[in-house]
């Protein structure tokens, strides 16, 4: 696209010292912190855009965006999407659709706290990502146990490092039954634009919540999508939102898309790669050229069907091989196939894990036959974990 783009992370680069102007170290510990950085290194290199990657770097990025009077979200409105609990006030003060819940403070007895939840509920963190720590319960015992589980993930370093962890509370929600989809869009001037509807063909019931296949277009009727629309947008406006990627759950229940996670940023993982717009641009792309100042409007995603699986992690230790990928790369249909755990390492599965194996993607003429291609290249693989 012609653009010079300054990749800023957490972690210095290792070339910073040869390329100053190309890359940026953050404290991203402290969203404040964080943007006072960017100013900072602003004020010798002008940016024309900030483009977050995850929930974090949308504060972030509104923050510092709105200092130096680029398009940005509201920092509010990035705070709210990124923390759980902030999100269902929010929206169910607005009268969105999305589940009742109640906090339960880091000091609360569980056992106590198990007696008056009605069940199905899920347990979860309110800062956390990729189903982590999310964890449903049938019964006062299943509560107890979800509690002890998610209170030893908050303590771990890594994750009090990045929230605040062991003084954090739990959000305890009503389990929302029905099919999930994801709703990839783009906000412009507040108005939401649907880039993909994504059905989830896998049942999602718990206890944890491990994400596998994503296919679009949607299978759904057409009532069902604009639902889905619907709600989206208006969780959107209820949070402030107005520029820039979204990234939406939602389940069908009782005739209503229910809202259950609206995020300001783009899809995760590899997955966006399932996605082309007009003559072959990328999801990046699209989302690049809006925060420049250009119209994405037209951005219309290709016709053809299209999905992603993420591999799932069978169980916990250490990944020695994923065999089988020629075999899985020579299913009709597949389109890609990437490994990215990394052999000889261990890999945790939900619901302390947060990362996946990998990622197949495939594309075909109908929905159904790039669900049939995932599944098979899936089959094909022989994953040995120690
Ligand atoms: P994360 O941001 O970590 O992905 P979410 O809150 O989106 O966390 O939860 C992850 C998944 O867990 C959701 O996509 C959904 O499948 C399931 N889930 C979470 N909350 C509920 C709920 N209240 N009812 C039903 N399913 C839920």
């Not at 709600?231 to 990627?245: D, H, K, N, Q, V």
């Amino acid at each position: 696209m012609g653009v010079d783009a300054v990749v800023a992370s957490d972690r210095r680069q290792a070339l910073e010292g040869l390329q100053p102007e190309r890359t940026l170290t953050l404290d991203l510990v402290s969203p404040e912190r964080a943007a006072r950085q960017i100013l900072r290194f602003a004020l010798d290199h002008p940016l024309a855009a900030i483009v977050p990657s995850d929930d974090l770097t949308a504060e972030v990025a509104a923050i510092a965006a709105r200092r130096l009077r680029l398009p940005h979200n509201p920092p509010e409105a990035a705070r709210t999407a990124r923390r759980k609990d902030l999100l269902r006030r929010t929206l169910r003060a607005a009268g969105v659709p999305t589940p009742r819940y109640r906090l339960l403070p880091p000091a609360a007895d569980p056992q106590a706290a198990a007696q008056d939840q009605a069940y199905p509920c899920v347990l979860k963190p309110t800062f956390l990502a990729a189903s982590r720590g999310v964890i449903r319960a049938d019964d006062a015992a299943g509560f107890a146990a979800a509690v002890r589980r998610i209170r030893a993930i908050l303590a771990l370093p890594e994750v009090m490092e990045r929230g605040g962890g062991a003084e954090e509370p739990i959000l305890v929600e009503e389990f929302i039954p029905g099919a999930e989809v994801a709703l990839e869009g783009l906000l412009r001037e507040g108005r939401l634009q649907t880039l993909a509807i994504f059905d989830k063909p896998d049942p999602l019931d718990g206890p944890f919540f491990e994400e596998t296949i994503y296919v679009t277009p949607s299978r759904h009727p057409v009532e069902a999508q604009q639902a889905i629309e619907a709600t989206a947008a208006a969780a959107a406006r209820a949070i402030g939102l107005t520029e820039g990627p979204v990234h939406a759950e939602l389940r069908l229940h009782a005739g209503e898309a229910w809202l259950i996670e609206l995020a300001a940023r783009s899809i995760g993982g590899l997955c966006s790669r399932a996605l082309r717009f007009g003559t072959g641009m990328t999801l990046e792309e699209v989302i690049l050229m809006h925060a420049l100042g250009g119209d994405a409007g037209a951005a219309v995603r290709t016709r053809d069907a299209s999905g992603v699986m993420m591999i799932p992690i069978p169980s916990g230790g250490i990944l020695r091989a994923v065999g089988g990928q020629q075999e899985a790369r020579a299913v009709p249909g597949v389109v890609d196939l990437a490994v990215s755990a990394t052999l000889g390492r261990p890999i945790v599965p939900l619901p302390e894990g947060s990362s996946y194996l990998g990622f197949i993607f495939a594309r075909a003429g109908s929905p159904a036959e790039v669900e049939a291609a995932l599944r098979e290249a899936h089959r094909r693989l022989r994953i040995v974990i120690d």
